[in-house]
């Protein structure tokens, strides 16, 4: 289904088109991974999930220079899409699928930035089987697309374009109960601080909120009157060493992504893309029922740099 206009709210593709969208990606990711070549990853994936699979395709290159032609093909079966309806650009979706990589549910958002445009997989999270929440259906079962700026209201408990700069300042102040305590949250602060100050080494984050264009949170309504949000963040981890120490590398992923010189520190560079569950505002609704809790979370360093 094509779509014409700006005023009319439409859905963003037909069933029909969402299934070749998928078909699509599918194979130009097998493509990108078995050719190690970034370029081809840019033809399917935008955001977080292009820098992670450029990252990808980068670290293995170094390895296997001919590429991979024995990359097994990714398969995504049992689609069930989430179809929002919207009026003009940019517009998305989701696929609920099952993959031929393990038993998890992947929920793969796709977004198109205009007519002309080619449709292009922005976030995968990953979900337990029986945890990916209910999305709120009209009658005619489309999704609904959940406002994600403060000046257009969406009912939630934290507008989505908020998400990300409430996430990076607990994660660097500890600071606020937008957040359920989970490994994400709470426990990641704490692994933190074990590195924070070590006889070899001292540590300092950098975490980055984003948010549109380039990584644009994206959310969708539940049945509950809450949402699922997805967002982007990146975080840099810069190691100095203590006197008379010099950094080492022995992870194969970072030695083929490292640039610099190792001399007295590195820095880490990771981008995160996550899945929550933000419930409905509620002004008599405190405590636990009223936080922020996370679905999914990938991390991946994308870069590192020595100095």
């Not at 990853?41 to 292009?50: N, P, S």
């Not at 080619?118 to 999270?125: D, F, M």
């Amino acid at each position: 289904m094509t779509v014409h206009g700006e005023r009319e709210i439409v859905p963003a593709v037909d069933k029909a088109e969402a299934a070749k969208v998928l078909g699509d990606f599918t194979a130009g990711y097998t493509k990108a991974y078995r050719a190690l070549d970034p370029a081809l990853v840019d033809r399917v994936e935008t955001g977080a999930l292009a820098e992670i699979g450029r990252a990808d395709v980068t670290a293995q290159r170094k390895l296997l220079p001919k590429g991979n032609p024995g990359y097994p093909a990714l398969e995504l079966r049992d689609a069930r899409f989430a179809i929002p309806k919207s009026a003009g650009w940019p517009k998305f979706f989701v696929a609920d699928t099952l993959s031929n990589r393990d038993r998890n549910r992947w929920l793969v958002v796709f977004t198109c930035d205009s007519a002309k445009d080619p449709w292009k997989a922005a976030y995968l999270t990953l979900h337990a089987p029986g945890t990916v929440p209910a999305f709120r259906t009209d009658g005619d079962g489309w999704a609904e697309a959940v406002p994600a700026r403060a000046d257009e209201p969406s009912g939630l408990a934290l507008d989505p374009d908020a998400v990300s700069g409430a996430y990076t300042g607990f994660l660097r102040t500890g600071k606020g109960d937008a957040f359920a305590p989970d490994l994400a949250t709470t426990q990641l602060r704490a692994d933190r601080a074990k590195l924070a100050r070590t006889p070899t080494f001292w540590t300092d984050w950098i975490d980055t909120p984003e948010r549109s264009p380039g990584f644009p949170p994206l959310a969708l309504r539940t049945a509950d009157g809450g949402a699922v949000v997805f967002f982007t963040a990146h975080h840099r981890e810069k190691r100095t060493m203590a006197k008379g120490v010099r950094p080492a590398v022995t992870e194969q992923r970072t030695k083929s992504l490292l640039t610099g010189r190792l001399s007295t520190a590195i820095t880490y560079t990771r981008v995160s893309e996550s899945a929550v569950r933000v419930p409905a505002k509620r002004e008599r609704v405190k405590g636990a029922a009223s936080r922020v809790r996370f679905l999914n979370r990938i991390e991946s360093l994308i870069a590192a740099k020595g100095e």
